[in-house]
């Protein structure tokens, strides 16, 4: 197994630019010329639609730049309080199973959540990482309400894997209102500090590199 690159960027990172360094990147990976890399990004405020998107599911198309990629996926949110981890891995010696590459990717949240004592969950049908809320009121079918804390969207050409996940920190929950996130009209959105818990981006960072390694193996 080649070695894993971790990588972290300050400020605000372009999202223009985040796609041209992923698409270098995993060209590099599957020519066998670069290490495979996890990047740790914030962006500005902006939408993303992946392959599955949906137009009647931009509700304020105006609000922020919409980027259209090629990932899985549908429209989803970034920006400032949330951590974006970009996954350039190399699938070609992960045994190139595309289905359970997806659930290790949902186990790496769900570990990383777990440093928290945040019990992260995957439902049929819904993409992403939810969380039940214990401190609001059931619904109407009596069940806890849950919300989504972590997003997944990847897209893997020449089996390497690029984009990634995205984890709630302490981002602008407004801003998730310009979209319909991942299609899913019945279920909010959460972060980590709206959960009650006094997060910043470096725990989290610790958080998804112990993850990486109990998921992924050693780093």
Not at 173 to 195: A, N, Q, R
Request: hydrophobic share 40%.
């Amino acid at each position: 197994m080649s070695m894993v690159e971790w990588k972290i960027s300050s400020g605000l990172t372009d999202y223009d630019t985040a796609l041209a360094v992923m698409e270098a990147r995993a060209n590099d990976i599957a020519r066998g010329t670069a290490d495979e890399l996890i990047w740790l990004v914030e962006h500005p405020p902006l939408y993303t639609a992946g392959t599955s998107a949906k137009i009647a599911d931009l509700v304020q198309p105006d609000r922020f730049p919409v980027y259209n990629t090629r990932r899985g996926g549908q429209y989803t949110y970034h920006g400032p309080g949330q951590r974006v981890a970009y996954a350039m891995l190399d699938l070609n010696k992960r045994g190139k199973d595309v289905r359970k590459f997806v659930q290790d990717m949902e186990h790496w949240v769900i570990a990383a959540l777990a440093e928290f004592n945040v019990k992260g969950e995957i439902r049929e049908g819904r993409v992403g990482v939810w969380v039940e809320r214990d401190d609001k009121p059931l619904t109407v079918t009596g069940q806890k309400p849950e919300d989504k804390i972590a997003a997944i969207g990847l897209r893997i050409r020449k089996w390497v894997s690029f984009h990634g996940l995205s984890i709630n920190v302490e981002p602008d929950l407004s801003h998730f209102d310009g979209i319909v996130p991942c299609g899913i009209t019945d279920h909010g959105v959460t972060s980590l500090v709206d959960l009650g818990l006094p997060v910043g981006m470096d725990d989290v960072d610790t958080a998804l590199r112990r993850g990486f390694e109990d998921v992924f193996g050693a780093i």
